[in-house]
Antibody, heavy 122, light 109 residues
Framework: EVQLVESGGGLVQPGGSLRLSCAAS????????MNWVRQAPGKGLEWVSY????????YYADSVKGRFTISRDNAKNSLYLQMNSLRAEDTAVYYC???????????????WGQGTTVTVSS | SSELTQDPAVSVALGQTVRITCQGD??????ASWYQQKPGQAPVLVIY???NRPSGIPDRFSGSSSGNTASLTITGAQAEDEADYYC????????????FGGGTKLTVL
């Protein structure tokens, strides 16, 4: 079964750090580009970051650039998001999502984890 | 432009047809994908590309595109289709790389 399982969420004070993990199974992780997407309470989906299959190409949303770092370990079938200098507005459910191997101009994230909740509060 | 615009809420009578739209400049370069999200659950991809459904998605879901507007159509809406629907695409500017619409809350009456 194709599956993504996030972990590492929790309560953290403003200015603190947290590292999220996403464990992949049921597919060849090293062949897929991956994303982190978040959803603040009662709000819509917001793309956070992207990493290519090899890890050589990375993009961030402006809202997290310079504070968050995406990485992956293909040997461990795992995706990570290191979050530093956290702010109240980073409070959200964080999902890891797989980029479907779709030819341009098609696009889509075809597999999602169940999400992990990050709360930034004093 | 890095925005995709959706109507916040749409309603449909049980068994009728409903169209949910998404507008944005990036849709002139990329097809939209559509996601269904029910309360407390992760999003699920329901349409991608020109009009493709992942395995397991009912054929009452279909997609179309014209110019800067993409549409998700549900033909014969069922009670279980009540959910939030989000459109999504790569952004033609590349910054941000990916954009989501604000979401449409679908109510099945």
């Amino acid at each position: 079964e194709v599956q993504l399982v996030e972990s590492g969420g929790g309560l953290v004070q403003p200015g603190g750090s947290l590292r999220l993990s996403c464990a992949a199974s049921g597919f060849t992780f090293s062949s897929y580009e991956m994303n982190w997407v978040r959803q603040a309470p009662g709000k819509g989906l917001e793309w956070v970051s992207y990493i290519s299959s090899s890890g050589s190409t990375i993009y961030y949303a402006d809202s997290v650039k310079g504070r968050f770092t995406i990485s992956r370990d293909n040997a461990k079938n795992s995706l990570y998001l290191q979050m530093n200098s956290l702010r109240a507005e980073d409070t959200a459910v964080y999902y890891c999502a797989r980029d479907g191997l779709l030819p341009t101009p098609s696009y889509g994230m075809d597999v999602w984890g169940q999400g992990t909740t990050v709360t930034v509060s004093s | 432009s890095s925005e995709l615009t959706q109507d916040p809420a749409v309603s449909v009578a049980l068994g009728q047809t409903v169209r949910i739209t998404c507008q944005g400049d990036s849709l002139r370069s990329y097809y939209a994908s559509w996601y269904q999200q029910k309360p407390g659950q992760a999003p699920v991809l329901v349409i991608y590309g020109k009009n493709n459904r992942p395995s397991g998605i009912p054929d009452r879901f279909s997609g179309s595109s014209s110019g800067n507007t993409a549409s998700l159509t549900i033909t014969g809406a069922q009670a279980e289709d009540e959910a939030d629907y989000y459109c999504n695409s790569r952004d033609s500017s590349g910054n941000p790389l990916v954009v989501f619409g604000g979401g449409t809350k679908l109510t099945v009456l």
